[in-house]
Nanobody
């Protein structure tokens, strides 16, 4: 089992920044990729960003490319999501997830955090 705990959500004005963190524990030896997803009210959960466990490879959704940056802190076993130039449409619950593969889709992930709310006001 892998346990994931997110932190760092909150309320910010449009154009502002937030940094989300995800602490991983347990059998992280089974993890090959870590992803961030988000789910807005009434919408399906969608891919935001992905990083390999080594940190050497990253991918982003087109909607966040150039504004969000995903990174790994190997010493702390955390994955971070730096979100800049936030827009009201970025408002959602953000979830951290772990996979034994390297996927951009929800079914590819075996472990999920509890989610953290990000609200961007206009």
């Amino acid at each position: 089992q892998v346990q994931l705990v997110e932190s760092g959500g909150g309320l910010v004005q449009a154009g502002g920044s937030l940094r989300l963190s995800c602490a991983a524990s347990g059998r992280t030896i089974t993890v090959s990729g870590m992803g961030w997803f988000r789910q807005a009210p009434g919408k399906e959960r969608e891919f935001v960003a992905l990083i390999s466990w080594s940190g050497g490879s990253t991918h982003y959704a087109d909607s966040v490319k150039g504004r969000f940056t995903i990174s790994r802190d190997n010493a702390k076993n955390t994955v971070n999501l730096q979100m800049n130039k936030l827009k009201p449409e970025d408002t959602a619950v953000y979830y951290c997830a772990a996979t034994a593969g390297y996927y951009k889709i929800v079914p590819g992930y075996d472990y999920w955090g509890q989610g953290t709310q990000v609200t961007v006001s206009s």
